[in-house]
């Protein structure tokens, strides 16, 4: 599986982004090698709303869309 992350400008300044990054990885650490589709890219795109979400949220997230696209 390989992963990209992409932050615009729109969400802030480059502090902002770079956590919101982190988060991601973080975030694809934690659930991709569950839930995740072997031999599929994994895009995850950062929105303004996301720096401010808890990171269980972001998670549970992650994992519904993982099981829409697996369906």
Not at 26 to 40: D, M, T
Not at 55 to 62: K, M, R, V
């Amino acid at each position: 599986m390989r992963l990209g992350l992409t932050v615009s400008k729109k969400v802030g300044n480059a502090v902002v982004r770079n956590r919101m990054k982190r988060r991601f990885r973080e975030l694809a650490r934690a659930v991709l090698p569950g839930s995740g589709i072997p031999g599929a890219d994994h895009v995850m795109i950062g929105r303004a709303s996301g720096i401010e979400r808890p990171f269980e949220e972001l998670a549970a997230d992650l994992k519904r869309a993982l099981g829409k696209v697996a369906r």
